[in-house]
T-cell receptor, first 111, second 114 residues
């Protein structure tokens, strides 16, 4: 099955700065790559996804970049806010809609 | 998007007992999954709950330990059997929201086994 992992376990960012969270994956069978945000005491919340045949997708304040050559995925958050503080997971979706999660990065926004 | 309710939200259990977690969805869904999230860890898929047939378990998870029911398209249960402290985790129900084609999660059930 897919194996997805993250480079950095924690990331501290000043409020207003941009955040970049990175993720590496080892199996190219995923048809979608997804970013989730998990706040304390809650289930993961979908942020944005990208099809495996794309290299960039933008949402509101977030951009996901996919580099299939080096099997790397990143989430960029513009103008990071205190409400962005959470754990972020990358994930890959494979057969039968099964989603495999990476290890997670904790984002701490410094006011 | 689909709204998922899980019960209990948290519980403290004694070693050797079993606990059943319920997952209720506000709409009919085809695909329903159960995940485990151990303290400070990522999410690991336990099984796919299939309506009208036996659940499909991932490697490392077995039906005797984690029996699953899926009586209809809006409800599922996961039982954690013969619990040990190693079973202390958050157990999350998730569904594929057919409208958005997105995996949506409940808030989870936090189990602590003493």
């Amino acid at each position: 099955g897919e194996s997805v992992g993250l480079h950095l376990p924690t990331l501290s960012v000043q409020e207003g700065d941009n955040s970049i969270i990175n993720c590496a994956y080892s199996n190219s069978a995923s048809d979608y790559f997804i970013w989730y945000k998990q706040e304390s005491g809650k289930g993961p919340q979908f942020i944005i996804d990208i099809r495996s045949n794309m290299d960039k997708r933008q949402g509101q304040r977030v951009t996901v970049l996919l580099n299939k050559t080096v099997k790397h995925l990143s989430l960029q958050i513009a103008a990071t806010q205190p409400g962005d503080s959470a754990v972020y997971f990358c994930a890959g979706r494979g057969g039968y809609q099964k989603v495999t999660f990476g290890t997670g990065t904790k984002l701490q926004v410094i006011p | 998007s689909a709204v998922i309710s899980q019960k209990p939200s948290r519980d403290i259990c004694q070693r050797g007992t079993s606990l059943t977690i319920q997952c209720q969805v506000d709409s009919q869904v085809t695909m329903m999954f159960w995940y485990r999230q151990q303290p400070g860890q990522s999410l690991t898929l336990i099984a796919t709950a299939n309506q009208g047939s036996e659940a499909t378990y991932e490697s490392g998870f077995v039906i005797d330990k984690f029996p699953i029911s899926r009586p209809n398209l809006t409800f599922s249960t996961l039982t954690v059997s013969n619990m040990s402290p190693e079973d202390s985790s958050i157990y999350l129900c998730s569904v594929v929201d057919s409208g958005a084609n997105v995996l949506t999660f409940g808030a989870g059930s936090r189990l602590t086994v003493l």
